[in-house]
């Protein structure tokens, strides 16, 4: 499938992508680069976090991908759909994309190049391309569906990142969402993730109304364990200055909470969660989660 990716700063042309490699001016590249914003993230969070999170199957973030890929096949409709996803990281989530998908044209995004020139090694077949979404390169009306998991806490401006998801978005497009819950604990965790805030279900609708969306769900992931969570995180608003090895000690701490046998007990509470979800929407939760349609 042939899609139009805009011309990259420094060449000419339009880069064509060949199935495993971009050709440009005469170059083959695994990663085509736009504009870059580090100040929401960074090359060390991106591999302190898939080191301590069990090579993408903690529970919490195998639920996180689950959800999303539910709510694709329930919205998606298009027999070759066009997915992008903002911020892959590690690529967990386009090798779901990958196997549920088998005929879409799947782009992997983010705003920084480090962990796609490395995530490119293993994903041969989905181009990769660089850029910071409050200046998004991509053509109007472009994608059938985007997803952000866990995205848009890191920019600062998201009502203009919202914005851009709507101009790049088809007519009918799909758009998934998921961001931290609760503004009230935003802790030490939060800080040293660099998250410029977590946000209320109230809040993110609006938002995404503003830009222009409809809401089709809106609802939580981590309902079951909020309990549990609210009381690490109040804990955690109740520490002051500690040192960046200490926030970094103790959200090793956290993460790996339970150890492996813990982590498996939690993906099967976390996958009945997600089955009873099919039926109606969760108040609270550890993370809100929104489908928008234009």
């Not at 490699?21 to 083959?28: C, V």
């Not at 409709?77 to 990958?98: A, M, Q, R, W």
């Not at 995205?151 to 758009?175: C, F, M, S």
């Not at 981590?222 to 960046?244: A, C, E, V, W």
Request: proline share 5%.
């Amino acid at each position: 499938m042939h899609f139009n990716f805009p011309i990259p700063p420094n060449y000419d042309e339009k880069p064509l992508w060949n199935k495993s490699k971009f050709t440009i001016s005469g170059q083959h590249l695994s990663v085509i680069k736009y504009t870059e914003n580090l100040s929401g993230w960074n090359n060390n969070l991106t591999f302190f976090h898939e080191e301590e999170a069990y090579n993408g199957n903690h529970y919490i973030d195998k639920a996180s991908r689950n959800n999303a890929i539910s709510n694709l096949k329930k919205s998606v409709v298009s027999k070759n759909p066009i997915i992008l996803e903002v911020g892959s990281s590690s690529g967990y989530f386009l090798h779901d994309l990958k196997l549920t998908f088998t005929t879409a044209f799947i782009i992997g995004s983010d705003c920084i190049a480090e962990p796609l020139e490395k995530l490119a090694k293993n994903v041969s077949n989905i181009p990769l391309i660089q850029f910071d979404l409050n200046e998004c390169p991509l053509p109007d009306n472009s994608v059938d569906a985007i997803v952000l998991l866990n995205v848009l806490e890191h920019i600062e401006d998201d009502q203009t990142a919202i914005n851009q998801l709507y101009r790049i978005l088809k007519p009918n497009g799909t758009v998934i969402i998921e961001v931290p819950a609760n503004p009230d604990i935003y802790d030490f965790y939060d800080e040293y993730l660099k998250h410029y805030r977590r946000y209320t279900l109230k809040e993110l609708i609006f938002k995404s109304k503003t830009s222009g969306f409809t809401i089709r769900k809106a609802s939580h992931l981590g309902f079951f364990l909020y309990p549990i969570f609210m009381l690490t995180k109040k804990y955690g608003t109740s520490k002051k200055n500690l040192s960046d090895i200490q926030k970094q000690e103790m959200i090793k701490q956290r993460i790996s909470y339970g150890g492996k046998i813990g982590n498996m007990i939690l993906t099967i509470l976390m996958n009945i969660e997600l089955m009873i979800g099919n039926f109606f929407s969760y108040p609270i939760g550890i993370r809100c989660t929104i489908v928008l349609k234009k």
